[in-house]
Each structure stands twice: as structure tokens, then as C-alpha cells.
């Protein structure tokens, strides 16, 4: 089973930036498809960040340009550095992982994650 631990989060001014790590378990990570999540409170979770084992890359357009996902699989870690955060940034972020993703699909819902992490507080004040 694949742990995930989220870290980073925090408490940052409109205009900052901010870099989340998620440390995962396994010795096959350079063949998992990862993602970053979102919930706000009362909100349903929102699709951030994914990244296939090969690089192909997608975002949605609330959080392209600011965000950016990569990964070290050296040190099975991914990464999402966030600039130019605002306000409605705000919610836990979570960690997840894909076991046997395909080299060219790309993955966006919730329920085609395997395992996720316990989730990191981003708060942006203004």
C-alpha cells in the first residue's frame, strides 16, 4: 500500500507563494501518476495539479500560470510550488497517487485515484 505525507502548508499573504511536498512510500514511484487536490469548506474537492510517469502535465484554468507540479523521483517526492496565491486559494490540499496509469491518458476526478494523502492547510490572507 502506497503512504502519501503531505507537507508545506501554511499561512501566507495574497501575492506569496508557497511550496507544498508530498513524500510518498514504494519502490515503483517513478511509475505512479500523481495529482493535487483541493477542498475548501463546503466545497466540493477540486481538481489542482496531476503529472503522468513521462511528464505530460494538465491544470485547470483557475490555477494555470501560478501553479506548477513536478516531481524528484530520486527522492519520491512531488511538488507544487504556488505564486501568486489569493484569497480563494484557500482549503486543504491533498496528496494523491495512481497505481498502472497509462503513459498518455490524463487523469482529473477523485475517484480515479488510488491513495491520498491526509491533506495540508493552505490559508491566504488578504
Known amino acids: 500500500q502506497v503512504q502519501l505525507v503531505e507537507s508545506g502548508g501554511g499561512l501566507v499573504q495574497a501575492g506569496g507563494s508557497l511550496r507544498l511536498s508530498c513524500a510518498a512510500s514504494?519502490?515503483?514511484?517513478?511509475?505512479?501518476?500523481m495529482g493535487w487536490f483541493r477542498q475548501a469548506p463546503g466545497k466540493e474537492r477540486e481538481f489542482v495539479a496531476t503529472m503522468s510517469r513521462t511528464g505530460k502535465i494538465a491544470y485547470p484554468n483557475s490555477v494555470k500560470g501560478r501553479f506548477t507540479i513536478s516531481r524528484d523521483n530520486g527522492k519520491n517526492t512531488v511538488y507544487l510550488q504556488m505564486n501568486s496565491l489569493k484569497p480563494e486559494d484557500t482549503a486543504v490540499y491533498y496528496c494523491?497517487?495512481?497505481?498502472?496509469?497509462?503513459?498518455?491518458?490524463?487523469?482529473?476526478?477523485?475517484?480515479?485515484?488510488?491513495?491520498w494523502g491526509q491533506g495540508a492547510q493552505v490559508t491566504v490572507s488578504s
Open positions: 494523491t497517487a495512481k497505481i498502472g496509469a497509462s503513459y498518455t491518458s490524463s487523469y482529473y476526478y477523485e475517484d480515479e485515484y488510488d491513495y
Open positions: 514504494g519502490r515503483t514511484f517513478s511509475s505512479y501518476h
